[in-house]
């Protein structure tokens, strides 16, 4: 089960980047999804998944929530800072209390993907993140929640 749902899970964000329904597209996420499982099936790839953290729909519904709002509020700020040109930008150095490294992926995704910030370099427990707007305080709003809930779903 844990290699069939991370496949469904793979080839459909495959899709969503792409934004495409032709053959190409579908083909080559086919193809990774059935690479992965071979992959997994011969033990030369081993999934960190554990299964308790696929069945915390919970979790996974307050992470994407509260992912979605801080992409809604960096894009008004992004927006606004490219029509008044104030932006403040720096480089900020935040600390990973993350053991698992999946947790330690997303919560770097989290940082990357939202506007006016991208993740620089990690070192050992730290994460450096280039901000559009450097936050006074030297915390980024939200990070500390995301990594909270990374932690329930992978200890």
Do not use: N
Request: aromatic fraction near 10%; charge should be positive.
């Amino acid at each position: 089960m844990g290699v069939a749902a991370v496949g469904a899970v793979l080839w459909g964000l495959w899709a969503l980047l792409w934004r495409d329904s032709h053959w190409p597209v579908w083909l080559g996420g086919a193809g990774f999804v059935i690479g992965l499982s071979v992959l997994v099936a011969r033990g030369k790839l081993q999934l960190g998944f554990p299964r308790s953290a696929w069945l915390r729909w919970d979790l996974w519904l307050a992470f994407a929530a509260l992912m979605a709002y801080r992409i809604a509020r960096a894009v008004a700020v992004t927006g606004w800072t490219v029509l008044t040109g104030q932006a403040q930008p720096g480089i900020v150095t935040v600390p990973v209390r993350l053991k698992s490294e999946v947790g330690q992926l997303l919560l770097l995704w989290a940082i990357t993907v939202t506007p006016g910030t991208i993740a620089l370099l990690v070192e050992g427990d730290t994460v450096h993140v280039h901000c559009l707007h450097r936050p006074a305080s030297g915390d980024l709003p939200d990070l500390a929640r995301i990594a909270s809930i990374l932690e329930r779903l992978w200890g």
